[in-house]
């Protein structure tokens, strides 16, 4: 519940200092680290939610601050192409993130397959026998062995 209040406070604050900052200067990559937090720690709906608060808040500042429209399509065109802009931040922050989520429950498969030295991260041919692959995939088939040398085996 904090860190949504504090990711809340993020965009609170990033569109403050969007106002406070005036139209000559940007603060954009605040808004996209805002957009990109958010969809990092929840999902892309949430980065969607993310990037029209983004959007939204940058047009809404720009007009605080005096910026004039003199069509309210060149506004529809700008606040979408933020939204857009935005929203493949979003995109790819969940691309990201699911490729991410994808290697390492690849490297947790491989686990079972190479033995690795928890210590030092040294790898070892050596396995303890056969075993089914109803074996490999129970829960806890994998024992934890450190190599010779951080186990103390290997030291003179
Ligand atoms: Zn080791």
Redesign the pocket.
């Known amino acids: 519940m904090v860190f949504v209040l504090l990711e809340a406070a993020l965009f609170g604050i990033t569109i403050f200092v969007d106002l406070v900052t005036g139209l000559e200067v940007t603060v954009v990559p605040f808004y996209v680290i805002a957009t990109a937090v958010v969809t990092w720690r929840h999902s892309f709906a949430v980065g969607i939610l993310g990037a029209m608060i983004s959007a939204a808040g940058w047009t809404y500042s720009e007009i605080v601050d005096g910026l004039y429209y003199t069509s309210s399509f060149a506004m529809m065109v700008n606040l979408g192409s933020r939204f857009g802009a935005f929203l493949l931040v979003a995109y790819g922050v969940t691309v990201y993130r699911q490729s991410l989520a994808a290697h390492r429950e690849r490297l947790r498969l491989l686990e079972y397959f190479v033995c690795c030295?928890p210590?030092?991260g040294?790898l070892s041919a050596a396995r303890d026998g056969w075993f089914s692959p109803a074996e490999l995939f129970a829960g806890g088939r994998h024992p934890v062995r450190?190599?010779p040398?951080?186990s103390g085996q290997g030291r003179k």
């Open positions: 030295c210590s030092c040294r450190y190599c040398e951080c």
